[in-house]
């Protein structure tokens, strides 16, 4: 059973909840050999709540119950006592998916609070969280922080910079910094594909020898790493 996204705000008129659902994590890697993946929620406030799961390939206003993903969810909907925490398993069908590459899906989280009974005409806010889920194949060469400490930065005539990205990992960039320009406002969570290339127009303004950037590593922590730029 699943809620509807559509109806992500149940109609009335004033605001009656704040959000209490919380993730451990801020993305996941599923290991392609491993049988499951745990993934754990809670609520922080102090009335019970609904909490919705389910996955998606990168378009978040599809219908959740129109999707086709190789995964299942063991609780695709979970109801949550004030403080209480519950592990989810999430399982690999097995469906065919690129052996020699990452394949990058989106785990989502409803949270749905309780109306009081005494409700009256008030506004049920839900609360929805997106994070990456990146499904890793057994196998690939080298390593995924190794993979985004090493992308290739190049600037072209048209004052394109371009991060090409020649591992199998996905890389998700959260700051970027070229010389004295702060880029991050024109350039924010850029994702570049494995063996593939991400772009940003930049400003005028001087160029440098060098870039800046951060990226997330698989933990969800953020490392800054400085390359030389390559001017085509």
Not at 81 to 95: F, H, I, V
Not at 199 to 208: Q, Y
Request: some cysteine; proline content about 8%; glycine content about 6%.
């Amino acid at each position: 059973m699943f809620l509807s996204v559509g109806a992500l705000v149940l109609v009335s008129f004033c605001v009656c909840s704040q959000a209490a659902l919380s993730v451990t994590g801020t993305r996941f890697v599923y290991p392609g050999q491993s049988k499951t993946l745990t993934v754990r929620l809670g609520n922080s406030g102090e009335q019970p709540i609904l909490a919705q799961t389910w996955l998606d390939k990168g378009d978040p206003r599809i219908d959740p119950s129109l999707l086709t993903v190789p995964f299942v969810v063991s609780a695709p909907l979970v109801r949550l006592d004030p403080q209480q925490t519950k592990a989810l398993q999430l399982r690999y069908t097995g469906e065919a998916l690129p052996g020699d590459r990452e394949s990058l899906f989106w785990i989502n989280f409803l949270e749905v609070p309780r109306l009081p009974d005494s409700s009256g005409h008030l506004l049920r806010l839900s609360y929805r969280l997106r994070m990456k889920l990146l499904f890793r194949p057994p196998g690939l060469p080298g390593s995924a922080e190794t993979a985004a400490r090493h992308v290739v930065w190049k600037l072209s005539a048209g004052r394109v910079l371009s991060a090409e990205n020649p591992s199998p990992f996905y890389v998700s960039i959260t700051a970027l910094r070229q010389g004295a320009m702060n880029l991050t406002p024109v350039a924010r969570n850029i994702t570049v594909d494995p063996f593939g290339t991400a772009s940003v127009a930049l400003p005028e303004g001087r160029d440098s020898s060098f870039v800046e950037y951060d990226f997330v590593d698989d933990s969800g922590e953020t490392v800054s790493v400085r390359a030389s730029l390559h001017k085509d």
